[in-house]
């Protein structure tokens, strides 16, 4: 099971090869992507990481938090699971409550 990590701080000109190359000696990676803007295809400063094994992923937190990289202190650490936002209603409530007015009854 692969654990994604969270790496924040990226200067503009950090490339996926330089995370690949700072993560390596930690432990097999499966995925380096950093996040690029759509409209300008700059770097938005945050990246994620993918590796093979949930302790070669802690071993690399405890290891580059804070590390110096293109004169950027990095923020490393798990990532967050993404969770979806509830699906609205008309009124604002949950579909669920879509029925009844928004009003929170079933």
Do not use: C, W
């Not at 302790?55 to 969770?83: C, F, S, T, W, Y």
């Amino acid at each position: 099971m692969t654990t994604e990590l969270y790496v924040g701080n990226l200067s503009q000109n950090t490339t996926e090869d330089e995370i690949r190359a700072l993560f390596e000696p930690s432990g097999e990676l499966t995925e380096v992507i950093i996040m690029v803007d759509s409209e300008t295809g700059h770097s938005k400063g945050y990246g994620f990481v993918q590796m093979k094994n949930f302790i070669a992923a802690k071993e690399a937190v405890a290891r580059l938090n804070g590390q110096l990289l293109d004169k950027h202190e990095l923020v490393v650490k798990p990532a967050r699971e993404h969770r979806e936002p509830a699906l609205l209603g008309v009124s604002g409530g949950s579909l669920r409550n879509h029925r009844q007015g928004g009003r929170g009854r079933i």
